[in-house]
């Protein structure tokens, strides 16, 4: 544990020159990646156009000003409006075969996905996944493509739409339904007791003998 | 109380009463379990189902309707199925051999990745019209699965031959001019 706290701590140190620095002395490069070339909806770094030519002269003159990173993209953004930026994009998180074998049918064997599935026609949904993998498709895009091929029995799970939204609603409305039901019984059960066990009378000759049997242990 | 009681006995009565509806639905809906090709091997005179479906090997749609007044022989298969790579080029020799003589073709490729089935066609030299049935939909009117089964179908819409599994070259024939006479 000792050992993971001071590896952090050292990889800390080493970061946080370099990003200080980066801040305080933008380099050209650096800021072509983080600022958008307006009319060509992309960084700067892969435009050409005389727009980003333009920018990238700017943002020369200000390094040499000496203005910070933060300065910098502050003078764009009150120039061209926040756009001007490039927003990180949450990555792209990456299928894999194994994740979509089990939520995808064999088109051609009743109730078998394609994880239990060796038919040829399963083999062809499989060759067609990786390849989409590949191509860097996300799982849902590749589960919109198999819907587009081979209809929407294809996926494991009914679509939550239509029809087949019912699948996903009714065994909710079951759950709900049994809860009230039960719920409303132990209510109803308490309420039968209670009084009944405050309102039972004891035999007055029980309770003098009681009275007498608690006198006589005093 | 009492009133809350009758509601939740209703309410189960309801329940239980509308999942047997959907039951009965479900039932009545169904596909006809073997489809045209029982109904024909029972020897009883069947029409051909109709469909509508997009073409494979051109943009737009074709019917079975728009077949009427030809034979046609109606060959379902995939890219994915072995005895369809081996009988595609006996049904392609006949398309050339009758087409002058009112018969067409038209093959049905079904459960199918679109890709796989154009190359396919590519592969085979394949010219008659074929169409996209891409979920089976059509396949299970017709019997199902497995591949590959094919129909000729008379000039009247109704079902004149049945092929269960791979075809072969004097039975195709044989069909086709049973159903040109």
Redesign the interface.
């Not at chain 1, 200080?20 to 700067?44: F, G, H, Y």
């Given at each position: 544990m000792r050992f993971v706290v001071a590896a952090l701590a050292v990889l800390a140190l080493a970061w946080a020159p370099a990003a200080a620095a980066s801040e305080d002395k933008p380099t050209r490069w650096e800021l072509e990646q983080e600022v958008m070339c307006p009319d060509c909806n992309a960084p700067l770094a892969q435009s050409n156009g005389r727009m980003a030519q333009q920018l990238i002269s700017f943002i020369e003159t200000r390094i040499a000003a000496g203005d910070t990173k933060t300065e910098i993209k502050d003078k764009l953004v009150a120039q061209y409006g926040p756009p001007i930026l490039v927003t990180p994009s949450a990555p792209k998180k990456r299928a894999t075969l194994a994740d979509l074998e089990d939520e995808v049918m064999c088109?051609?064997c009743p109730g078998e996905t394609l994880e239990q599935s060796s038919?040829?026609?399963a083999?062809?949904?499989e060759r067609?996944i990786s390849a989409r993998i590949a191509a860097g498709d996300s799982k849902g895009e590749i589960k919109d493509k198999l819907v587009a091929?081979?209809?929407?029995?294809?996926l494991a799970a009914p679509p939550k739409e239509g029809f087949d939204l019912?699948a996903w609603v009714l065994p909710l409305v079951g759950l709900l339904?049994g809860a009230l039901?039960v719920g409303?019984a132990a209510w109803?059960w308490s309420r039968r007791r209670e009084p009944a066990q405050a309102g039972i009378p004891l035999d007055p000759e029980l309770e003098r003998r009681l009275d007498r049997e608690l006198a006589d242990l005093d | 109380?009492r009133r809350?009681k009758l509601v939740?006995q209703g309410?189960a009565i309801g329940?239980v009463a509308a999942l047997l509806g959907?039951l009965v639905w479900k039932v009545a809906n169904q596909d006809d379990p073997g489809g045209v090709a029982a109904s024909f091997q029972r020897g009883e005179r069947t029409p051909a189902r109709g469909f509508t479906l997009d073409r494979l090997d051109a943009p737009g749609e074709l019917s079975l309707a728009s077949l009427r007044g030809k034979v046609v022989v109606l060959n379902f298969w995939?890219?994915?199925?072995?005895p369809c790579k081996r009988e595609v080029p006996l049904f392609q020799a006949a398309f050339e051999r009758y087409r002058g003589q009112g018969v067409t073709f038209l093959g049905v490729d079904t459960?199918?990745?679109?890709?796989?089935a154009k190359r396919f066609l590519e592969r085979y030299g394949v010219t008659y019209p074929n169409v996209r049935d891409?979920?089976?939909?059509v396949l299970r009117r017709y019997g199902g699965?497995p591949l590959p089964r094919t129909f000729v179908i008379d000039r009247s819409g109704y079902v004149n031959g049945y092929i269960f599994g791979e075809v072969r070259e004097d039975a195709l024939h044989r069909a086709i001019e049973e159903a040109l006479t």
């Amino acid at each position: 544990m000792r050992f993971v706290v001071a590896a952090l701590a050292v990889l800390a140190l080493a970061w946080a020159p370099a990003a200080a620095a980066s801040e305080d002395k933008p380099t050209r490069w650096e800021l072509e990646q983080e600022v958008m070339c307006p009319d060509c909806n992309a960084p700067l770094a892969q435009s050409n156009g005389r727009m980003a030519q333009q920018l990238i002269s700017f943002i020369e003159t200000r390094i040499a000003a000496g203005d910070t990173k933060t300065e910098i993209k502050d003078k764009l953004v009150a120039q061209y409006g926040p756009p001007i930026l490039v927003t990180p994009s949450a990555p792209k998180k990456r299928a894999t075969l194994a994740d979509l074998e089990d939520e995808v049918m064999c088109p051609v064997c009743p109730g078998e996905t394609l994880e239990q599935s060796s038919s040829p026609a399963a083999q062809q949904v499989e060759r067609f996944i990786s390849a989409r993998i590949a191509a860097g498709d996300s799982k849902g895009e590749i589960k919109d493509k198999l819907v587009a091929e081979y209809g929407p029995r294809i996926l494991a799970a009914p679509p939550k739409e239509g029809f087949d939204l019912l699948a996903w609603v009714l065994p909710l409305v079951g759950l709900l339904g049994g809860a009230l039901v039960v719920g409303g019984a132990a209510w109803h059960w308490s309420r039968r007791r209670e009084p009944a066990q405050a309102g039972i009378p004891l035999d007055p000759e029980l309770e003098r003998r009681l009275d007498r049997e608690l006198a006589d242990l005093d | 109380m009492r009133r809350l009681k009758l509601v939740g006995q209703g309410a189960a009565i309801g329940l239980v009463a509308a999942l047997l509806g959907l039951l009965v639905w479900k039932v009545a809906n169904q596909d006809d379990p073997g489809g045209v090709a029982a109904s024909f091997q029972r020897g009883e005179r069947t029409p051909a189902r109709g469909f509508t479906l997009d073409r494979l090997d051109a943009p737009g749609e074709l019917s079975l309707a728009s077949l009427r007044g030809k034979v046609v022989v109606l060959n379902f298969w995939a890219a994915w199925c072995e005895p369809c790579k081996r009988e595609v080029p006996l049904f392609q020799a006949a398309f050339e051999r009758y087409r002058g003589q009112g018969v067409t073709f038209l093959g049905v490729d079904t459960n199918d990745y679109s890709g796989n089935a154009k190359r396919f066609l590519e592969r085979y030299g394949v010219t008659y019209p074929n169409v996209r049935d891409r979920d089976g939909a059509v396949l299970r009117r017709y019997g199902g699965l497995p591949l590959p089964r094919t129909f000729v179908i008379d000039r009247s819409g109704y079902v004149n031959g049945y092929i269960f599994g791979e075809v072969r070259e004097d039975a195709l024939h044989r069909a086709i001019e049973e159903a040109l006479t």
